[in-house]
């Protein structure tokens, strides 16, 4: 009696213990247009492609799930995505400068990926973020409907969604612009969303679509002059 009493002790220690993550409801994929960002945080980069800003597991109503883990198994380790680094700095770069990409990557990791651990450990997490991006491949999709980067043509709204929309389908991406300097808007972010397995598009609402109702600019790279002091 005393060692089954013992073994039903162990299992349920181990199941109050055991590593739980956030459940989530679906997945956002957040991609930075980098020319914009030079333009809105005054910083080089040489980019010229959307890059990603995020994976981030969210659900339909607030609370969005954030920082799901600080266990010990759950930790960043770069040893992980080893083979996943040279296609993260291309598709993933931390656009204030390369040198701290990895603080990036570690930093998106703990904030947001462990709450996907559910479905996907750390691998496979930014494995599932590079392969949405390049299958997606926003930057010839906006081509292909002739909206191309310029340093003073400007764009509707609708004309870029409908550009997305044709090749994810009727689901409604989000876009987010800013204004920088002389009341010019300029995309920033293109964000689609996907089910939980981050396989199949859906509508991610239209209630932060910051672009609504301009003309929007997408930026050539630029140089920018640094100053000395």
């Given at each position: 009696m005393k060692s089954v009493f013992i073994v039903f002790y162990i299992i349920l220690v181990t199941f109050l213990f055991r590593p739980t993550y956030s459940t989530y409801q679906y997945f956002k994929l957040s991609l930075q247009w980098p020319p914009s960002y030079q333009q809105q945080y005054g910083v080089l980069t040489t980019q010229k492609n959307f890059t990603i800003h995020g994976l981030w597991p969210q659900n339909f109503s607030r609370p969005w799930p954030q920082f799901c883990s600080r266990s010990t198994s759950a930790s960043f380790n770069i040893k992980t995505i080893?083979?996943?680094?040279?296609?993260?700095?291309?598709?993933?770069?931390?656009?204030?400068?390369?040198?701290?990409?990895?603080?990036?990557?570690?930093?998106?990791?703990?904030?947001?990926?462990?709450?996907?651990?559910n479905n996907f450990k750390q691998l496979q997490y930014f494995s599932l973020a590079i392969g949405i991006k390049n299958k997606l491949d926003i930057l010839r999709m906006l081509e292909n409907a002739g909206i191309r980067p310029n340093a003073t043509v400007t764009y509707n709204y609708i004309d870029i969604v409908d550009a997305i929309k044709a090749k994810i389908g009727p689901y409604e991406p989000q876009l987010y612009c800013v204004m920088p300097h002389n009341n010019v808007v300029l995309l920033l972010e293109v964000r689609v969303c996907l089910d939980v397995?981050?396989?199949?598009?859906?509508?991610?609402?239209?209630?932060?679509?910051?672009?609504?109702?301009?003309?929007?600019?997408?930026?050539?790279?630029?140089?920018l002059k640094m100053i000395y002091w």
């Open positions: 080893t083979s996943l680094r040279g296609q993260l700095a291309i598709d993933w770069p931390n656009l204030n400068g390369q040198k701290w990409n990895n603080n990036f990557w570690e930093d998106e990791w703990k904030k947001h990926g462990t709450c996907s651990l397995n981050g396989a199949t598009y859906i509508s991610c609402g239209n209630g932060y679509n910051s672009c609504q109702g301009n003309l929007i600019n997408i930026p050539l790279p630029t140089t």
